[in-house]
């Protein structure tokens, strides 16, 4: 009787650990599985993200055609050298960028408006160029200030200091000096524009006030120039106000301003009212659009049918 109970016994406690055994495998298959699938969804999950942080940009959305204010000098620059401004039937020049064209009033404006919408196209002085915004090459040539100054990138303009006939303000004179001189076109060549060799300069240090207003593209350049002037001639004081090329140009003309400031060639119109334009620098307009955008090179007439309206989607380009 006793060796019944001990091998009743002895079997159930076999069949238990068998049992227990049979469990442990099951849960191990399954923990596997489970791991396995884990991974698989963790691997999928990481290719799609990969994916989309590569970007897929879609070509086939409308372009967001942003331009500068009526005014600007860099509007006027880039519509003449791309082509957007057109002579009509009876031999005016016609600015024809497309009504649909956002406007903003400022170089930072327009890369604004760019860095936040993937499907906008834009232009700014290169000097200002940042990675908000990624330049595309124009005909397959760089915006740069070497392919600018070798005459290979072809969107390029002068930013002109304006003044009305000779200048005869002693601390307008010495300033203007000083940008002209070897110190002030070296700065402008460290700030990414092209300067000159430059005409050796001694200052008079004169004292006194005076204003310099005009475009957004040169006020960059012009704030630098400033500063450093202020170290070679303390008992100067100079007002830098921002607006626009042509606000430059009239400001220099009517007293409102010392010294204009003017990122285009002068008009006629303008010369003959007795404004006169010195060279500060030359700088390239860079052709922008947002760093999603996969369009990496646009000729000058693709540029053109954009800014005029006839082209209206990213993927007519392709």
Known sequence: MKRTSVVASVLAASMALSLAACGSTASSSEAASSESTAASTSEAASASTEAEAAGDFDADQDITVISREDGSGTRGAFIE?????????????????????????????????????????????????????????????????ENVSNG???????????TNGEPTDAVAVDFIAYCM????????????YIGGEGTEYTSTQPSGSITVGGSSSVSPLMEKLIEAYKTVNPNATIELLTTDSTTGVTGALDGTYTIGMASRELKDTETSEGAQATVLAMDGIAVVVNPANTTADLTVDQIKSIYTGETTVWSDLQ
């Open 152 to 162: 290979t990138y072809t969107l390029a303009r002068p930013f002109n200091i304006v």
């Open 81 to 145: 050298l791309t082509g957007v401004e057109e002579k009509n039937d009876a031999g005016e020049k016609v600015d024809m960028t497309t009504e649909a064209a956002a406007i903003q009033s400022s170089t930072n404006g327009v890369m604004t408006a760019v860095a936040n919408d993937e499907t906008a196209i834009g232009y700014i002085s290169l000097g200002s160029l940042n990675d908000t915004v990624k330049a595309v090459t124009v005909g397959g040539v760089e915006a740069t200030s």
């Open 181 to 192: 001189s070897p110190d002030g076109q070296a700065l402008a060549t460290e700030e990414g």
